[in-house]
Nanobody, 120 residues
Framework: QLVESGGGLVQAGGSLRLSCAAS????????MGWFRQAPGKEREFVAR????????RYADSVKGRFTISRDNARNTVYLQMNSLKPEDTAVYYC???????????????WGQGTQVTVSS
């Protein structure tokens, strides 16, 4: 089970930190990451991190503004979001899989999502 937290309402230029706590199994050997889905749009890849935290990948739209990290001792992955823009408004979903992923079809485990709203 993956449970996200940390979403909310923030003004453009502000920051939020999302957390995803895993339970029921150990995800320390899994790739973990974040997707987001805006109203009327498909769910899209945001960021991914490997099991050790040594390798990350970001969507071009968030590169340089968002940072993904993980704490395997806490079975938790984080997404630090800075310089937020109105177009970042979406439901953000935590994702986990044994294998590397970039599309929704490649993900086995999903969280329930947390809403992020950025006002202009």
């Amino acid at each position: 089970q993956l449970v996200e937290s940390g979403g909310g309402l923030v003004q453009a230029g502000g920051s939020l930190r999302l957390s995803c706590a895993a339970s029921g199994r150990t995800f320390s050997s899994y790739f973990m990451g974040w997707f987001r889905q805006a109203p009327g749009k498909e769910r899209e890849f945001v960021a991914r991190i490997n099991w050790s935290g040594s390798s990350t990948r970001y969507a071009d739209s968030v590169k340089g503004r968002f940072t993904i990290s993980r704490d395997n001792a806490r079975n938790t992955v984080y997404l630090q979001m800075n310089s937020l823009k109105p177009e970042d408004t979406a439901v953000y979903y935590c994702a986990a899989d044994r294998n590397l992923f970039i599309t929704t079809h490649e993900v086995d485990y999903w969280g329930q999502g947390t809403q992020v709203t950025v006002s202009s």
